[in-house]
């Protein structure tokens, strides 16, 4: 579906895109997974052919997007970052308007359905708040009926309600066959989402795989952080805990044998309230592999 092939984009003489190499496949949520800044919404734009790379080649359905063909454009849906949608324009303006561009759309009945639009298709677009406009941006994406949609960050900033919801229509539109390219620094979402993930940072793709395979390749399932101060110094030098990685003030023990370092830690003095254990996630994937957390 989607091929990309030694991607590398140039600002001011440093390369924000080296070398990027992906194989998005038919029916996939894949996504693209790394912090702000990391180059995901540079290769998305390169990818849709609205920045050109200096170097690399793309392919979308085996057609080059640079070049624009209109049947190509109607088989793809996207939202960015950036709205797309003029603040006077109403709701249910917008929704016919996109929906007048495609010969094959979804019905405007469907998508006011999909998103729970009814009660705000005579608002003007730009009085919504961040949530219900991110809902119109990705409603407008998918009224062509696309084959592949593009969504850059899109539950960035959005309340647990609104952004499970999107995330069920995104799971939904899986189920459809439709291939997803999903940039987002979210973890949860990552995990939850996508088939298959590349870690991306400073222009680089570190590593592509599932969410689960990249997590049982980390080596330990489970993480125990340590927030008293005085006890991080001395789990840092204490030989016992052998897996340890210190975040800011905090000590974080990877481990395939809790209950072990809980019995240690209590030994120490510590309490149930100044530690927590958790299962290791794609953020400690990530660290072990940038040395970096995604999102601090």
Known sequence: MIEVKGLTKIYDGKKVLDNVNLTIQRGEIFGLLGPNGAGKSTLINIILGLKK???????????????????LKARIGVQLETST????????EAL??????????????KIIRMFELNEYLNY???????????RVEIALALIGN?????????TSGLDPHIKNALWNIFLELRNEKKTI??????IEEAEKLCDRVSIIDNGKIVVTDSPIKLIEDFGFKEKVTVYKSHIVERILTNTFFKNVQLLGENAVIYTNNTRRIIEELENMGLSFTEFKVSRVNLNDVFLKLTGKEIKK
């Open 96 to 109: 016919c308007l996109f929906h007048s561009f495609f010969s094959n759309p979804v019905s405007i009945e």
């Open 124 to 134: 003007k677009v730009g009085i919504l708040s961040r949530g219900w406009k991110q």
């Open 53 to 71: 790379a200096n170097a690399g080649e793309i392919s979308i359905l085996g057609y080059n997007p640079e070049k624009n063909p209109p049947f």
């Open 85 to 92: 949608v003029p603040g006077l324009m109403k709701v249910r």
């Open 181 to 186: 390219l999903l940039c987002t620094h979210y």
């Open 146 to 154: 696309p084959e592949i949609i593009f969504l850059d960050e899109p």
